[in-house]
């Protein structure tokens, strides 16, 4: 069985910052770069769940829920990863996220 840890800890310190933050780094720009992975990593798990499906849009649900869109998405991620490749293409997808989001 693949060893997901290193991505649940990066997702969950990613949250944790993000519920740190002031509303005014949320608002200039950080929630959004938390959605659009959080929806990038919810369309890959979907995908690998049931290939050939058309996935779900992840929602906005506000700035202060973003946190918590990530951390169900990468843990839903986390839950169908079979690859060390896939693994280290979502740690990547967080890491980056993480530094634009300046947080």
Request: proline share 5%; glycine share 8%; net charge negative.
């Amino acid at each position: 069985m693949l060893d997901t840890t290193p991505l649940t800890n990066a997702v969950d310190r990613f949250a944790d910052r993000l519920r740190a933050a002031p509303e005014s780094r949320l608002q200039r720009g950080a929630a959004g770069e938390a959605l659009g992975l959080a929806r990038e990593l919810s369309v890959r798990a979907q995908l690998l769940e049931t290939p050939g499906a058309e996935p779900r849009e992840m929602p906005d649900a506000g700035l202060f829920a973003v946190s918590d869109q990530i951390t169900v998405a990468g843990r839903d991620l986390a839950l169908v990863l079979t690859t060390e490749e896939e693994l280290a293409e979502a740690l990547g997808l967080v890491e980056a996220a993480l530094k634009r989001a300046g947080v």
